[in-house]
């Protein structure tokens, strides 16, 4: 056992009644700590949730209790009917059991205390890719547990260990491996369970699942699982099913193989390692969500293009109908909305709220509140979009006959921030009852860009503008600077009815995708995409981008040219361009080579996931409309207000601009800082 005891400050439970706390003592040794939403050591007075998953253990007349909130991800242990100097702690092991770190929040019982409980620790270590296991253990004349909890996963009612003869559907993601004739093989079913089979073999012969949380790196606790033995008078035998993702422990990306050995040898020989996976769209959202910092609540390293992860997730789930993730877009959020120094989350400041110099990156941020608003209804992301489409609407000026500039210097304009600055305007109007302010900007906006020259004669945009002449700079055309053109008349077109904007989002859509420039023996293709180069991390995500904003474009119209397309996209990517853990490169014509590898990582699968979720069929039939706007009422003093509420006063009804709690003497008229009429 890994013992490591530490002595923390603790809440006494007396009578059901809370007590004064004892002071804390030192430290006597470093303890183990892991953060998942929550680090180690948080008082269980906040847990949102309390289960009694196993039995309590009596031991010398005392009641040992483990307690779980999987709502959380974290448990505590407590026990009562104790003296003093009886003790609880936890143990927690990362191997299945036959380890662990030991004496987790020790807490002993003190004076004429009859009980006492620790603080809260995490259950498992998804953002380092560990699954965990935890048990309550108590010291009172001798020491005593708990059973582990949750030593199997159990999904839908469906837990490791279930027989394959209730698999639902069988195929097998990678080929069979064979070791002195027999073959081996791995299995999955429409739900993403796995097995393993030995056939052609004898009496004798083991076949078994090894389960990985880190792409095969190594499988603690996920060895040897369902281990069996072919019977006497059988050539052949199979495992029981196990999953390999666990929703409890917010753990995605699981992968298993199949390993077998022969009775006449003592070596055995193992399947590649594969991700099952229900349907191609999970398939790549659960690699994608691997990649997701629990504990920061990002994908580390890139903070506009985290932005559109966090997009692209909340479009799985609105294309799907699942909601497994609504959790990380939540806590993307409140994490990410705070002020950030330079060269955390981004080379700049964030000075809060999502915003920095680079205005497309705040913007980028934006759609994706106003797509978690349409998934959640929450207002509170609606809220922030308006906080940053406000913010970005500071830097629209009359140069070159007016658009956004790109940076807070004032040194380009240019087609994404400009594009992302339609959608955005436009996408608020349809969302704030009664808006004119959106709409008209939303208007604004579009006709420049149109005038602005940056869509060239062949209908392709071009990066941006010359300050010079106020011309097309003729730079590179880039396949998302395509995409957010696509998608900002769209959305104008829901504003206004009118079919102008629709008209011009066809244009741009079938100017791209009847262009070698942007698209190669049929499949969409960056420049930076040819075999002697690479994309850096901004390029690795452009084509998805543009994929967003034709699907939105095929629902809009519903023409089979577009869905015909994606699905072109969706086939060759699954066929050519992902690997046996369902990861996908930066190449979807899967092209490699040595000097310039086809690189694969959360961005490329962010990309690449956006062309099967353009493939799939509109969930609704038709466009899906916005939610309803959050209802206006009475202005009222002493009341929390945010950013885009609405209020009726003496018969006006007003927009909030800034956040505040209302004060008599702040009526709408009266504060134009707080209050726009609309």
Known sequence: MIGRARALLVIVLVAGLFTPLAPPEPA??????????????????????????????????????????????????????????????????????????????????????????????????????????????????????TAWVHSRICESGVCDGTDASAAQGDTQPVPETSISGRRIALHIDNRGLAWATIGNGAAGDEIWLDRSWDEGASWPGGSSLGRVSTPAGSTSTRTTMFHTRDATSRLDGGAVRACGRAVTGASGSCTAWARPTANRAAAVANALMWSYRTDEAWWRSSWWNSAVAVHTVVDYMQRTGRRDYVWAVDRAFEVNKAAFPAGTRSSDPLPGNFVSRAIDDGQWWGLAWIAAYDLTGDSKYLNMAVTIANYTANYWDGTCGGGVWWDGERTYKNAVTNGQYVRLTAALHNRLSGDTTWHNRAVAAWDW?????????????????????????????HTYNQGLAIGGPVELWRATGQTRYLDAARRLADAAINSSALVKDGVLTESCDAIDRTCDDNGKQFKGIFMRYLMDLADATDAASYRSFAQTQADTIWRSDRDSLNKLGQRWSGQDSSSQPNARDWRTQASGMSAFLAALPNPDGSTPPPPPPPSDGAWEPYRGYNVGDLVTYSGRRYQCRQSHTSLPGWEPPNVPALWQPI
């Open 28 to 145: 006597a040794a470093a303890e183990p700590v892991v953060c998942s939403v929550f680090c180690d050591r948080r008082d269980p007075s906040l847990a949102r949730q309390e289960t009694f998953p196993v039995a309590t253990k009596v031991h010398n007349g005392r009641r040992i209790v483990l307690h779980v909130s999987d709502v959380d991800g974290m448990a505590w242990g407590s026990i009562d009917d104790g003296t003093a100097g009886n003790a609880v702690w936890l143990d927690r092991s990362w191997d299945g059991g036959p380890s662990w770190d030991g004496l987790l929040g020790k807490a002993d019982i003190p004076g004429s205390w009859t009980g006492t409980r620790t603080l809260m620790y995490n259950l498992s270590d998804p953002a380092h890719h560990k699954r965990g296991m935890i048990r309550a253990c108590g010291d009172a004349s001798g020491v005593a547990c």
């Open 449 to 477: 860009f149109e005038r602005s020259g940056m869509i060239n004669s062949s209908g392709l945009v071009n990066d941006g503008i010359n300050l010079t002449t106020c011309t097309n700079n003729g730079q590179q055309v």
